[in-house]
């Protein structure tokens, strides 16, 4: 029973009509219990419910005030494909609002989301990979995204066969590279070769994308040569 509702509130939270009236009945509230309940269907539901309101940017801080984000976070760790797909989806949702990066930085948002980029499954990834692009436009992410050690995983997805993910890896690292100490980061970890390869993609997306990274990297002066 306690699923099929879960089941029924995340159908209802993907229609933008139905939204207003789950807020008001503080549905969000019952999303973060199932999203936190020990059956795994129930769980995935939740997170499901709280990434459709997440579509919504109106409903971010409610997200937030309610705790629904936080729920979300050891979800990233489950052994259930589609709930980690759903909480991928949420989090790209959370992080495409600039407004809530500083809160997602103070959060531990991109935890996750680095064990989310590991993920072998192309929807998780590209999804973790949205989210991560859209955090690094905020300087604290970017240096936080580089602590948590998300750079190897993140270069390695470029040798994925989805056009898509190696446009969301070039513009990860377009962001990244924003940062100085980012810029000499990339350039340890192998990212100027991946860069020359994605420089020379006949998707005008990456190499447009590439050729910037590889611009922001020879402003450090390190990355210059002798």
Known sequence: VRREVARCLALFASKRDSQPALLRAGA??????????EDSGVA???????????????????LFDTGA????????QSEDLDTRRCVAFALNNVASNEANHRVCEKMGVLRPLVTLIKDPDVDVHLQAAFAVRQLSLTPKCRFQFIELKGLHPLLQLADSDSIEVQREVAACLRNLSLSEPNKISIRRSGGLEILVKFALSADVEISHQATGVIANLAEAIENQGP
Do not use: W
């Open 28 to 37: 969000v509230n019952q999303m973060v219990l199932f999203a936190r309940n």
């Open 44 to 62: 995935r539901y939740g997170a499901l419910a709280i990434g459709n309101l997440a579509v919504q940017s109106a409903n971010h801080q409610e």
């Open 69 to 76: 984000v936080m729920a979300l976070l050891p979800l990233a």
